[in-house]
């Protein structure tokens, strides 16, 4: 879990600086490996647990192969 700070971002924002989707930012969230707040029914990430996280990789985003139910015909799999 990262430390907790005073300063927040909206998740777009975050997702630009950690280079990753929204939706990661928000799994980041509710793993408890960004600190954040909703505030009207939007989450805002504490500034600091961004700069104190590792930014994920891509490997933590997208499955190895298409995914797309081709069947493996597609030689992606």
């Known amino acids: 879990m990262c430390k907790a700070g005073t300063s927040f971002v909206p998740v777009a924002e975050a ?12 799994m980041m969230l509710k793993k408890d490996e ?7 029914e939007a989450w805002f990430v504490e500034r600091s647990s961004l700069q104190l996280c590792e930014k ?12 797309g ?4 015909g597609c030689g992606g799999h």
């Open 69 to 72: 139910g081709c069947g493996g």
């Open 34 to 40: 960004l600190q954040g707040k909703m505030v009207d």
């Open 15 to 26: 997702a630009q600086l950690l280079e990753t989707t929204e939706m990661r930012v928000l």
């Open 56 to 67: 994920p990789k891509a490997s933590d985003i997208i499955k190895v192969g298409c995914g």
